[in-house]
């Protein structure tokens, strides 16, 4: 018994000269909010398309719940959801239409499990105006009601919160969270959004220039990087001075927007907020430094070059 | 299925483009038999009448509704594809401009399903549209010029009996929307080929105006196309008002316009099944 629920095998696209996806082999695992990361133009779309059967692959297969794609054709999308980015209705037609239609193709549903769905996006109001009518953050919360129709178990989100403002970023980012954890979905989700990754994904993939870079869990990951903190401080160059006292934060320097930088174990940040503090410095900001996203610019510039001698 | 085609028609009939070509036949056919009845149906009595009465001794209401039912379908038939390859040029292309296919095609539904339930609203759409046509021309003609014999010009004259007419009209309205099948079928076809529906519209278009221009010039290379023309076959519908009508080439037009038809929908779902969806 494999608790992975999708594999890809070998996966390849390619179009005429240029090869999008270069086997490409990744797992995901039951329960997990996977992390698909990669550059604009890396191959994550393309390889989400062929995943759903929207894209053919030129090499490689598609394992899905143990079946294969190539042989079980549409029939392995069965308990499968997805929104490839931008999610695109009948403009013409209202949000309840749309459900009905998209919703129902497999088998009819009913009216009030519709509705039930778009007051959990808070469309409900408007289910009876025309999507055209619609922002869009109104057609990604009415791209995620129609997933949640769906009642899948595994759901596929490529991009899902490109152009939305912040909240509609946060309450995305809450609803694949509340998925995963009350109904044990699992989530494969696509993103060149390093920060929107490691604040929910669970595991990761890195992919560039169609290939797989890094998978791993997410915190092993972020093991790899260097870590530090940005301090924001009156009297910066006093602050430093101080900082370079001390051997472990001989790292200090002055950061291009007038911050300090030290390269520094996220666990050490409260001590050192206490050392300047105690030594008269007032603290704005301490910002903790994405690790993971050093880690990925240098993942990715590292294999540019490699790629383009 | 019924409930995919059912999908596909409610898609197709709530749009107002859906509409256009029964507005633009439900202003200009009324607006012709407006015409004939305010005089022009006296410049029909110059033109036919004159000539044939230095032969014949005309009786009765001649240029009466069914007449101008003919002469209407005569008259229309190049015209009705424009408006059958709005819709059909939008089908398959209108949901890869939308990008709607990204959720229709992404569930537990088979492509082949999907491609057949929207190429039967297709049909349905051309049946509906070539009905209106023939019903609007013919109840609007019997309307305003009342019944009669209809007398037809074609291999020579022919006095059809009134009696006969309303089932050779109804039979010559299922030829003609066999016909105007094909010319969707084309434009589905085209329109699997491609995420805009404007491509469609225009390609179908030149190969029924190539096609037509082909049929009609005496040249001895073109004439040897001909039969592999499907719009050499569009003229069948005329062939049920001849004496005797003619079954065995009628049968053979039906065959030939049926396997068009059946051709173009078989390579649309061969192609579509395996296209990239990219959109």
């Known amino acids: 018994m494999t608790d992975i629920i999708l594999r890809t095998i070998n996966l390849t696209k390619r179009y005429k000269n240029r090869l999008a996806v270069d086997h490409l082999n990744i797992e995901v695992r039951q329960g997990e909010i996977f992390g698909f990361l990669g550059p604009n133009g890396a191959g994550k779309s393309t390889t989400i398309r062929m995943i759903?059967?929207?894209?053919?692959?030129?090499?490689?297969?598609?394992?899905?719940?143990?079946?294969?794609?190539?042989?079980?054709?549409?029939?392995?999308?069965?308990?499968?959801?997805?929104?490839?980015?931008?999610?695109?209705?009948?403009?013409?037609?209202?949000?309840?239409?749309?459900?009905?239609?998209?919703?129902?193709?497999?088998?009819?549903?009913?009216?009030?499990?519709?509705?039930?769905?778009?007051?959990?996006?808070?469309?409900?109001?408007?289910?009876?105006?025309?999507?055209?009518?619609?922002?869009?953050?109104?057609?990604?919360?009415?791209?995620?009601?129609?997933?949640?129709?769906?009642?899948?178990?595994l759901i596929i989100l490529d991009e899902p919160t490109t152009g939305l403002d912040p909240q509609g970023m946060k309450e995305v980012r809450e609803l694949i969270l509340e998925l995963s954890r009350e109904r044990g979905v699992t989530v494969l989700l696509s993103s060149h959004l390093l920060y929107e990754v490691e604040m929910i994904a669970t595991r990761m993939a890195i992919i560039h220039h169609g290939r797989l870079r890094v998978e791993g869990s997410v915190n092993d990951l972020l093991k790899k990087g260097p870590s530090g903190v940005l301090i924001k401080a009156d009297r910066p160059a006093e602050a430093i001075q101080f900082l370079k006292t001390n051997e472990s934060y001989r790292s200090a320097r002055i950061h291009s927007d007038g911050g300090i930088n030290i390269e520094l174990d996220q666990d050490s940040i409260p001590e050192l907020n206490r050392q300047l503090v105690n030594a008269g410095f007032n603290i704005k900001a301490l910002v903790p430094q994405r690790s993971l996203e050093t880690y990925f610019l240098n993942l990715i510039e590292g294999h540019e070059g490699a790629d383009n001698p | 299925m019924i409930r995919l085609i059912w999908f596909e028609l409610i898609k197709t009939f709530t749009r107002w483009r859906t509409y256009i070509g029964f507005m633009a036949f439900g202003?200009?056919?009324?607006?012709?038999?407006?015409?004939?009845?305010?005089?022009?149906?006296?410049?029909?009595?110059?033109?036919?009448?004159?000539?044939?009465?230095?032969?014949?001794?005309?009786?009765?209401?001649?240029?009466?509704?069914?007449?101008?039912?003919?002469?209407?379908?005569?008259?229309?038939?190049?015209?009705?594809?424009?408006?059958?390859?709005?819709?059909?040029?939008?089908?398959?292309?209108g949901e890869g401009n939308a990008g709607t296919f990204r959720?229709?095609?992404?569930?537990?539904?088979?492509?082949?399903?999907?491609?057949?339930?929207?190429?039967?609203?297709?049909?349905?759409?051309?049946?509906?549209?070539?009905?209106?046509?023939?019903?609007?021309?013919?109840?609007?003609?019997?309307?305003?010029?009342?019944?009669?014999?209809?007398?037809?010009?074609?291999?020579?004259?022919?006095?059809?009996?009134?009696?006969?007419?309303?089932?050779?009209?109804?039979?010559?309205?299922?030829?003609?929307?066999?016909?105007?099948?094909?010319?969707?079928?084309?434009?589905?076809?085209?329109?699997?080929?491609?995420?805009?529906?404007?491509?469609?519209?225009?390609?179908?278009?030149?190969?029924?105006?190539?096609?037509?221009?082909?049929?009609?010039?005496?040249?001895?290379?073109?004439?040897?196309v001909r039969p592999y023309l499907f719009v050499n076959y569009f003229d069948a519908w005329q062939k049920v008002f001849d004496d005797p009508v003619p079954w065995n080439i009628i049968r053979r037009d039906i065959t030939i316009l049926a396997g068009f038809m059946v051709a173009f929908f078989l390579t649309a779902v061969v192609y579509f099944s395996r296209k990239d969806i990219l959109s």
């Open chain 2, 103 to 224: 959720f229709l095609l992404t569930h537990s539904v088979s492509r082949i399903r999907i491609i057949t339930a929207k190429f039967i609203v297709t049909l349905i759409y051309t049946a509906v549209m070539v009905l209106f046509i023939g019903g609007l021309t013919i109840g609007l003609s019997l309307w305003a010029f009342g019944g009669g014999d209809l007398l037809v010009i074609r291999k020579g004259i022919l006095v059809i009996q009134e009696t006969r007419l309303p089932y050779l009209f109804l039979m010559a309205y299922g030829l003609a929307t066999l016909a105007m099948f094909v010319v969707s079928s084309l434009c589905f076809l085209f329109s699997a080929f491609t995420d805009n529906s404007i491509g469609p519209i225009i390609a179908t278009m030149a190969v029924i105006i190539v096609s037509i221009i082909i049929i009609t010039l005496p040249f001895e290379l073109f004439q040897a």
């Open chain 1, 52 to 153: 759903l059967r929207l894209i053919f692959p030129t090499e490689g297969d598609v394992e899905i719940f143990g079946a294969s794609l190539k042989e079980a054709g549409h029939r392995a999308l069965e308990r499968v959801g997805a929104v490839v980015e931008k999610p695109a209705f009948y403009g013409h037609l209202s949000a309840l239409r749309n459900m009905e239609i998209l919703g129902g193709l497999q088998k009819p549903v009913s009216r009030r499990k519709i509705m039930k769905y778009l007051e959990r996006v808070e469309l409900a109001d408007r289910a009876g105006d025309p999507v055209k009518t619609y922002s869009h953050g109104m057609n990604q919360r009415l791209g995620l009601a129609l997933i949640l129709l769906k009642e899948p178990q």
């Open chain 2, 27 to 93: 202003i200009i056919v009324p607006m012709v038999v407006i015409g004939l009845k305010l005089g022009g149906q006296n410049s029909f009595k110059r033109s036919l009448l004159s000539l044939l009465q230095n032969d014949f001794i005309i009786g009765g209401n001649v240029l009466n509704g069914w007449f101008f039912g003919f002469f209407f379908m005569g008259a229309l038939w190049v015209h009705v594809p424009i408006v059958l390859t709005i819709v059909a040029g939008d089908q398959i292309a």
